[in-house]
């Protein structure tokens, strides 16, 4: 199983659409959950992070965890094209420098 | 200069060649990562410097050397690669063990 899982998609939605990226996660002893944005030839850019259950919202972007079922989602209001990138989900487990990335979800927004 | 940045942009060696990627971060943070990007597969740490002390040391082969002068600068030593080595290296930075920072990589070509 790998630690960090991810649909590498491509998901694509309509302009406007939401859009809802998944994650799951193996380890319980995770702590920090981050969310970024790679557009193609690029770095990765840090969307959002959250480190408690529930959610967490940041303009168009919404963040949830679920530790007790290790789940961590993306979701994205009022998709736009430019939104149209690879979503990387990342995990630090806990007391450690140790952060796992997924292989992203690409994600497509059509005009 | 702001945030992460990364010299050189490209790089292209032979597999005799010793070369060297700089990191800079300009964020005052106190924790800066190396990490390996190729294709189809998720980030991979490489080194982890906390306040210029080694923190984490995935399985690297030993022809890749770090060095951390200080808490602004980091170096990836190159030295008789092999052409699997060929990817994006991305530096990165943190303020103990939150949210990264990605400068915008190296792109190395091993002939």
């Known amino acids: 199983q790998k630690e960090v899982e991810q649909n590498s998609g491509p998901l694509s939605v309509p302009e406007g659409a939401i859009a809802s990226l998944n994650c799951t996660y193996s380890d319980r002893g995770s702590q920090s959950f981050f969310w970024y944005r790679q557009y193609s030839g690029k770095s990765p850019e840090l969307i959002m992070f959250i480190y408690s259950n529930g959610d967490k919202e940041d303009g168009r972007f919404t963040a949830q965890l679920n530790k007790a079922s290790q789940y961590v989602s993306l979701l994205i209001r009022d998709s736009q094209p430019s939104d149209s990138a690879t979503y990387l989900c990342a995990v630090r487990t806990s007391g450690t420098y140790k952060y796992i990335f997924g292989t992203g979800t690409r994600l497509k927004v059509l005009a | 200069e702001t945030g992460v940045t990364q010299t050189p942009r490209h790089l292209v060696m032979g597999m005799t060649n010793k070369k060297s990627l700089k990191c800079e971060q300009h964020l005052g943070h106190n924790a800066m990562y190396w990490y390996k990007q190729s294709a189809k597969k998720p980030l991979e740490l490489m080194f982890v410097?906390?306040?210029?002390?080694?923190?984490e040391n995935n399985s690297v082969p030993s022809r890749f050397s770090p060095e951390c002068p200080n808490s602004s600068h980091l170096f990836l030593h190159l030295h008789t690669l092999q052409p699997e080595d060929s990817a994006l290296y991305l530096c990165?930075?943190?303020?103990?063990?939150?949210?990264?920072?990605f400068g915008p990589g190296t792109r190395l070509t091993v002939l």
């Open positions: 410097y906390s306040l210029e002390e080694r923190v």
């Open positions: 990165a930075s943190s303020q103990e063990r939150n949210e990264q920072f």
